[in-house]
């Protein structure tokens, strides 16, 4: 079946301009997370959203990270007034009621802030 | 709090070599551990899991990693290396909360 996808898979920007990445989970996925990933580093948690509660935004690096998902399923992160220091690899995951802890990736978004 | 620990940025092994790559964590609770593989210019995929019950996990691709509580780690071995086995390894554990922590990656490199 389809897995995790992300899009679009490579974006370059300038600094100070706003940019939107988006996660299609896996079908019947209630759990969805984001993490960023820089070069050399592990992932870093940016936010954790499940079912309809409240998501857990605890890592979140700034006010200008944001994200939403809608109806469910498909979410959007958004960065805005993008800073060169925000240049990395932005991974999606997403887990299936009752098994949570395991995560299904999608390929990730590859942003450059020139 | 939770935290991971991977010996080494780079393992080098030949072809048909043992494969050793090592985690150890840390978790003020009974943990659960995770071992994920990225090849280049994709997502993580899970290699293999450790939540309760037998100690030694076996996951895809002929890997297996131990939970040793008493050394707080899980390793993870291979007993021959594949040259499709180079990638990057993590090692991640979590409380039960689902938001893991994962280890800054190991980077397998299999000499033919």
């Known amino acids: 079946g389809a897995g995790v996808s992300q899009s679009p898979s490579n974006k370059v920007t300038e600094k100070g301009k706003d940019v939107e990445l988006r996660c299609d989970p896996i079908?019947?996925?209630?759990?969805l997370y984001w993490y960023r990933q820089s070069l050399g580093q592990g992932l870093e948690f940016l936010i954790y959203f499940q079912g309809n509660s409240a998501p857990d935004k605890s890592g979140l690096p700034s006010d200008r990270f944001s994200a939403e998902r809608t109806g469910g399923s498909v979410s959007t992160l958004t960065i805005q007034r993008t800073q060169q220091e925000d240049s990395a690899v932005y991974l999606c995951?997403?887990?299936?009621?009752?098994?949570?802890?395991?995560?299904?990736f999608g390929p990730g978004t590859r942003l450059l802030v020139l | 709090a939770q935290s991971v620990t991977q010996l080494g940025s780079h393992v080098s092994v030949s072809e048909g070599a043992l494969v050793l790559l090592r985690c150890n964590y840390s978790s003020s609770v009974p943990p659960y551990l995770f071992w994920y593989v990225q090849y280049p210019n994709q997502g993580l995929q899970l290699l293999l899991k450790y939540t309760t019950g037998a100690t030694l996990v076996k996951g895809i691709n002929g890997f297996e990693a131990e939970f040793k509580k008493s050394e707080t780690s899980f390793h993870l071995t291979k007993p021959s290396a594949h040259m499709s086995d180079a990638a990057e390894y993590f090692c991640?554990?979590?409380?039960?909360?689902?938001?893991?922590?994962f280890g800054r990656g190991t980077s397998l490199i299999v000499h033919p």
């Open positions: 995951a997403s887990s299936p009621p009752g098994i949570e802890e395991t995560q299904y």
């Open positions: 079908s019947g996925h209630t759990a």
């Open positions: 991640a554990v979590s409380e039960g909360s689902y938001i893991p922590t």
